[in-house]
Nanobody, 123 residues
Framework: QVQLVESGGAVVQPGDSLRLSCAIS????????MGWFRQAPGKERQLILH????????GYADAVKGRFTLSSDDAKHTWYLQMNRLKPEDTAVYYC????????????????WGLGTQVTVSS
């Protein structure tokens, strides 16, 4: 059974950087497309970054483009979300999700979800 576990959430100040991790068990990174979602208080969960199975295609929401990047460590079975120049509006619960499709565009495309990790950006 595939399980995803996020970690790395914290309270940081505007302008800081933070790296979130998403560890997968019961599967390998190259078997899934992957997405990072976030849900801010009172708002719907939204896709902010995704990568196709095999890593050929990536996509970023405009709100994070140029500030957030995705990387992975196959040996550690872990994806990373590097977040730079954080803003208060980045405050949210961040979720990673894995899809058995080639690439996932919608929440419904993702079969496997982590429980989320809280990121708070505040001065």
């Amino acid at each position: 059974q595939v399980q995803l576990v996020e970690s790395g959430g914290a309270v940081v100040q505007p302008g800081d950087s933070l790296r979130l991790s998403c560890a997968i068990s019961g599967g390998t990174l190259d078997s899934y497309a992957m997405g990072w979602f976030r849900q801010a208080p009172g708002k719907e969960r939204q896709l902010i970054l995704h990568i196709s199975r095999g890593g050929e295609k990536t996509g970023y929401a405009d709100a994070v483009k140029g500030r957030f990047t995705l990387s992975s460590d196959d040996a550690k079975h872990t994806w990373y979300l590097q977040m730079n120049r954080l803003k208060p509006e980045d405050t949210a619960v961040y979720y990673c999700a894995a899809s058995e499709r080639f690439i996932g565009w919608y929440e419904s495309d993702y079969e496997h979800w982590g429980l989320g990790t809280q990121v708070t950006v505040s001065s």
